[in-house]
Structure formats: structure tokens, C-alpha cells
């Protein structure tokens, strides 16, 4: 398989809800402590069950972004970058329904682990029916531009503000914003895919992402 040499990493893609998650799902009664390190320097650490849990899923997906380059060919990026994506997600919600209390949220996760498992056994599937064609440079700019703006949505701390210290309506604010990147990623695909197979699923996966955004709401309220 030739990959284009001119390619783009993926590291930035989605970080607001995987990295942020590590930040979030950690119980009220965490602790904080000050050791002082080599040097002399002091510091604060803050140690938390939901939170230790979450960190070696974070840094298993933040490992596998990095390791990811865009071929410029909009069918075998998508496919790529979205089943990274659910995979991290399938983690994510695994591990937070191990401390969920609210049980339409425990429900929603745990749904949502069956059905994006079922949605990555499609994708790759469909993986190894695609080839990587001739670039499409429009598409390359349009995700660039996306990837960019999510990278700075988290340099800023945007999510970090709204979320309040509570694992459930945390869990939720994460995967909203999860959600919504995967919508805006699969909206901006379908302008530029051509396989049939795949443009319906990802018309399947943009239709979910929608439907789990309404309940996640429906839940918090």
C-alpha cells in the first residue's frame, strides 16, 4: 500500500473528549497531596479511582492518534480515524459505567458499547475493501482546518470549564462534545466519499451520534 509522503498527522483529532475525559471522571473524594520531588521542588497531585482507571485508556488512544498519518483519500481516512474513534469511545464508556450512578446514563453506556463495537466490525469490513486513491487536497484542507480548531478548543479549556465534578453529568458533557466531533468529522466525509457502502454507514453513524447527543440531554435534565 502506498502512502503519500506529504502526509499530516491526526494528533489532535477528537483530544477535547478522550484527553479531557482523564480530567473529569475522577470521584468527589479524591485526594490531594504534596510531594516533593528530585530538586526540591514541590507539587500537587491528585490521585482518584475513575481517574486512574481512565489514564491508560487516554494514553493508549493519544499513542494511536500520534501514530496515525492521512493518506488524503477521504474513504480509507474516514474509515481510519473513525474506528479510532469508537474504539476510544467504547474504552471511555467502559470505564465509566464502572462508577455511573445515574442509571438512564449507566444505560446509555452500556448500549452505546454494544452498538459502536457492532459499528467497528463494520468499518473494518469495509476496510479491507478500500485501497488509498489519488488525494483529494479539498478534503485535506477541510479536516486540516477542523483538526486545528479542535486543538485549540482544548489549548483553552473550553470543556474543562463547564464540567463540575460529578461522574455522570461529566461523563455526559464529554460525550456530547464527543459526539459533536464526530458529526462534524462525518458530515465533512460525506461531502467528499465515494464508496456507497461506506457513505451509508457513515449516514448511519452521523444518524446515531445525533440520537445519543438527544438522549445524553434528555438524561441531564
Given at each position: 500500500?502506498?502512502?503519500?509522503k506529504?502526509?499530516?498527522?491526526?494528533?489532535?483529532?477528537?483530544?477535547?473528549?478522550l484527553?479531557?475525559?482523564?480530567?473529569?471522571?475522577?470521584p468527589?473524594?479524591?485526594?490531594?497531596t504534596?510531594?516533593?520531588?528530585?530538586g526540591?521542588?514541590?507539587s500537587?497531585?491528585?490521585?482518584g479511582?475513575?481517574?486512574?482507571?481512565?489514564?491508560?485508556?487516554?494514553?493508549r488512544?493519544?499513542d494511536?492518534?500520534?501514530?496515525?498519518r492521512?493518506?488524503?483519500?477521504?474513504?480509507?481516512?474516514?474509515v481510519?480515524l473513525?474506528?479510532?474513534h469508537?474504539l476510544g469511545?467504547?474504552?471511555l464508556?467502559?470505564?465509566?459505567?464502572?462508577?455511573?450512578?445515574n442509571a438512564?446514563?449507566k444505560q446509555l453506556?452500556?448500549?452505546?458499547?454494544t452498538?459502536?463495537?457492532?459499528?467497528?466490525n463494520?468499518l473494518?469490513?469495509?476496510?479491507k475493501q478500500?485501497?488509498?486513491?489519488?488525494?483529494?487536497?479539498?478534503f485535506?484542507?477541510?479536516?486540516?482546518?477542523?483538526?486545528?480548531?479542535?486543538?485549540?478548543?482544548?489549548?483553552q479549556?473550553?470543556?474543562?470549564?463547564?464540567?463540575?465534578?460529578?461522574v455522570?453529568?461529566?461523563?455526559a458533557?464529554i460525550m456530547?462534545?464527543?459526539?459533536?466531533?464526530?458529526?462534524d468529522?462525518?458530515q465533512?466525509?460525506?461531502q467528499?466519499?465515494?464508496?456507497q457502502t461506506?457513505?451509508?454507514?457513515?449516514?448511519?453513524?452521523?444518524?446515531n451520534?445525533?440520537?445519543?447527543?438527544?438522549q445524553?440531554?434528555?438524561?441531564?435534565k
Amino acid at each position: 500500500m502506498k502512502i503519500m509522503k506529504n502526509h499530516q498527522p491526526w494528533t489532535a483529532f477528537f483530544v477535547t473528549g478522550l484527553v479531557l475525559a482523564s480530567l473529569t471522571l475522577a470521584p468527589a473524594r479524591a485526594q490531594s497531596t504534596n510531594a516533593t520531588q528530585a530538586g526540591g521542588q514541590t507539587s500537587s497531585a491528585t490521585t482518584g479511582t475513575a481517574k486512574s482507571q481512565l489514564m491508560p485508556t487516554v494514553n493508549r488512544m493519544m499513542d494511536k492518534l500520534k501514530a496515525m498519518r492521512m493518506t488524503g483519500d477521504p474513504d480509507f481516512d474516514y474509515v481510519l480515524l473513525i474506528r479510532t474513534h469508537h474504539l476510544g469511545e467504547i474504552e471511555l464508556a467502559q470505564e465509566a459505567v464502572k462508577s455511573l450512578q445515574n442509571a438512564g446514563m449507566k444505560q446509555l453506556a452500556q448500549t452505546l458499547i454494544t452498538r459502536k463495537q457492532n459499528e467497528v466490525n463494520q468499518l473494518e469490513s469495509a476496510l479491507k475493501q478500500i485501497k488509498p486513491s489519488r488525494a483529494n487536497q479539498a478534503f485535506v484542507q477541510s479536516q486540516n482546518q477542523k483538526l486545528e480548531a479542535m486543538k485549540l478548543n482544548f489549548e483553552q479549556g473550553t470543556l474543562e470549564k463547564k464540567l463540575a465534578g460529578n461522574v455522570d453529568t461529566d461523563y455526559a458533557m464529554i460525550m456530547l462534545e464527543h459526539h459533536r466531533d464526530a458529526i462534524d468529522i462525518t458530515q465533512d466525509y460525506l461531502q467528499y466519499g465515494k464508496n456507497q457502502t461506506l457513505r451509508s454507514l457513515a449516514q448511519q453513524i452521523l444518524t446515531n451520534a445525533k440520537s445519543d447527543s438527544d438522549q445524553l440531554k434528555a438524561v441531564m435534565k
